[in-house]
Structures are given as C-alpha cells and as structure tokens.
C-alpha cells in the first residue's frame, strides 16, 4: 500500500486539488480501430517519415533532443497542405475510455486540466460512477473569462488548455503557437500560477517537458518557497537525484510506482488514493455535523 501525505488526502477531501492529465492517460486507452492514440514524440516520428531527406533526419535529431516544439514547426511548416488532417486523423480517433480515465475522474476534483486534444474526459465522464451527476464546462481557451472558475464553487471544469481537436484553430503545436497562445498569453501564466497558489496540483501521465508548465512550476518555487508542494506520479525508474531536483527546483513531490505490464499499477494506486479520500470526506461531514449540533 502507498503512502500519501494526508495534506495531500486532505485536499481531495475538500475538492482543493486540480488534476492535471498529459498524454500518458491517454495512451491507456485503445481506439475503436484496435490501436492506441500515439503521443506527442511517437506522432512526430511517424509524421517525419512523410517528409524527404535532410528534413527527416533534422526532424527525427530534434525529437530525440526533446525539442518537440521545432520539431513541429518544421513538419507543420513542410506539409502546411495536410497537417490538419494528419493532426485530426491521429487526435481525432474515437477509443474507449481507459481504467485510468475512469479512476482520475473518480477522485471527484472540480478542476482538470489536460494538454491533451482528444475527447477521451468528455466521454469518460458519462462512465457509471465517474464523475457525479452532470457534465463538465470544457474550455478550450484561455482567456480573460478563464478567472471565474476561481470563484465558481460549484461547476465542474475540463481545461483543454492545448485546445482540443474539435476545434483545430485551438491546438498548441508548434513553437509559434507555443510562443503565441502560451507564453505570449498573460492570462495563461497568470491564471495557472493562480491555480498553484490556491489548490494543490497533481500531475498524471505527465512527462515535464512542457516548457511553459515547467517554467510556471520553476518560478513558483522560487517565489513561494514556504508554500505546500505539489505531486506527480511518475515510473519507478527516475533516479534519485532527479526526484530530489523536482522537489527542490519545482516543489513536486513525486509519487513512483512500477511502469510494469503498460504502466497497470498506475491506475489501482488512484483508487487506493480515491478510497482514502473518501474515508477522509466521511470523517470531515461527521465532524463539521458536531460542530453544528453544539450550537
């Protein structure tokens, strides 16, 4: 059994904690075709071999790199004609929400927010016991009307905040659109730096590569330094080094567990973590009902 911080526990409990979903959620599940929705690095390879030579072996040099974004760029510059539809095709893919879908949403948080295009959250959410009683406000785009969520305490909301597939124009690709609609947009930076002072993030299926998230997780452990951390669940197989950096340097606590067999255990140790805020909920009702009784 996992140990989680009861801080952590706590917050679940009270609905404090966003839930922030990468690529990795998604690739657990499998498509109506049989396959499975490629992530980010594997989508740039496969798209590199439509393209001719130098510009294939420059491409596939960046992807190893981890400079994804130029990578894109130049892909996207190269086949302009296509790329929408090979971005659709890929993204686009109707696939059954996975255990993992489904044991995310079962912590029951107000607030999710994913870098991923696809449309998998919106139809995990109708699964028998997944997520209450209605659907979420899904949010593709991050502008000045993105702050009332801080005050909505009520709605539940799915924060597309690449864009989502659905609508093309909204997609975070490239470098261009990565300076333009993310570190050219002050009410991104502002309104997630928002989220990290007033809940408790907790990252799944997410790698840090992202530039902007890393930069945002940087600069608030720089200016917050006494502030609670946040938590990422991430392969037994990080070194040691590398997980005290992420606390010290981003004030993430990571969570391992064993990549095993398709990354399994990942989405037990969410219903372990739900069980526990569930126990812990109970417990906070009966307590606040004593409280009251005494008046």
């Known amino acids: 059994m996992a140990v989680f911080n009861s801080d952590l526990i706590g917050d679940l409990a009270r609905q404090r904690v966003v839930l922030f979903i990468g690529a990795g959620v998604s690739s657990s599940a499998h498509t109506a075709a049989g396959g499975k929705i490629l992530g980010w690095p594997a989508f740039l390879s496969a798209t590199a071999e439509k393209v001719a030579e130098p510009l294939k072996n420059q491409v596939k040099y960046l992807i190893?790199?981890?400079?994804?974004?130029?990578?894109?760029?130049?892909?996207?510059?190269?086949?302009?004609?296509?790329?929408?539809?090979?971005v659709t095709t890929e993204f686009g893919q109707v696939a059954n929400p996975s255990a993992l879908h489904k044991a995310v949403l079962e912590l029951t948080q107000r607030i999710i927010i994913t870098?991923?295009?696809d449309k998998l959250f919106e139809s995990a959410w109708g699964l028998p016991g997944a997520a209450g009683t209605h659907y979420p406000k899904v949010i593709s785009k991050i502008d000045r009307?993105?702050?009332?969520?801080?005050?909505?305490?009520?709605?539940?909301?799915?924060?597309?905040?690449?864009g989502s597939i659905d609508d093309p124009a909204s997609l975070i690709f490239s470098r261009s659109e990565y300076i333009r609609m993310a570190f050219g947009n002050e009410n991104y930076s502002t309104f997630l730096d928002s989220l990290l002072l007033n809940f408790t993030f907790i990252y799944i299926g997410f790698s840090m590569d992202d530039p902007a998230i890393?930069?945002?997780?940087?600069?608030?452990?720089?200016r917050y330094p006494s502030s609670r951390p946040h938590y990422i669940f991430a392969p037994s197989i990080v070194p040691e080094n590398i997980v005290m950096l992420q606390k010290r340097l981003r004030k993430l606590v990571v969570i391992q567990y064993d990549s095993k067999d398709d990354h399994a255990?990942?989405?037990p140790l969410l219903i372990e973590l739900r069980n526990l805020m569930r126990d812990r909920r109970k417990r906070i009702i009966a307590e606040n009902m004593n409280a009251m009784a005494k008046f």
């Open 115 to 117: 870098t991923n295009f």
């Open 64 to 86: 190893k790199s981890k400079d994804y974004l130029l990578a894109c760029e130049l892909l996207q510059m190269s086949l302009e004609d296509e790329w929408e539809r090979l």
């Open 145 to 162: 009307d993105i702050f009332r969520i801080l005050k909505d305490a009520e709605g539940s909301y799915l924060l597309k905040i690449h």
């Open 214 to 222: 890393t930069s945002l997780m940087e600069m608030y452990a720089l």
């Open 265 to 267: 255990e990942l989405a």
